[in-house]
């Protein structure tokens, strides 16, 4: 069960994971060790998991992001999953019901290198056959 105060350094954390200690604690009113101490037990909970960065939406906006399904070979489905974890442009990769296995997510900087990424995708050994749509426009976020 989270106290009030680890909810309240949660919320300091998820607005800048780069907050410092002492930050922290004058935001919170809590000494440095108690924050220290907290942290500590929040991660050795695994209620926090990992610091992370958030990219802004200046460059986000200007990456090209097509969603690839993928029908892959059961038996090669976990040797394409951390082949494809290699690939920096991949962002996401889902297990998904219906004609396809996986839903993929890259993301590009240009369709020169979106191209190139599908290329590795496609020729993974185990990659029967992918259908990709790219991202035209973003109408609702949450």
Do not use: W
């Not at 991660?43 to 926090?48: D, K, L, P, T």
């Not at 993928?70 to 297990?95: D, E, F, G």
């Amino acid at each position: 069960m989270l106290t009030e105060k680890d909810e309240e350094l949660l919320s300091i954390l998820r607005c800048n994971a780069r907050a410092s200690i002492s930050d922290i604690a004058r935001a919170t009113g809590v000494s440095r060790t108690a924050i220290q101490n907290r942290l500590t037990k929040l991660e050795n909970n695994g209620v926090i998991k990992a610091y992370s960065v958030v990219l802004g939406h200046e460059y986000i906006n200007k990456l090209i992001t097509a969603n690839v399904s993928l029908k892959v070979n059961p038996n090669l489905r976990q040797t394409i999953c951390i082949a494809m974890r290699k690939t920096h442009q991949i962002s996401h990769i889902y297990s998904i019901s219906g004609e396809y296995d996986l839903q993929v997510t890259i993301q590009a900087q240009t369709l020169e290198k979106l191209n190139e990424v599908l290329n590795i995708v496609c020729s993974l050994e185990g990659v029967e056959r992918t259908n990709s749509s790219i991202i035209l426009d973003t109408i609702f976020e949450r």
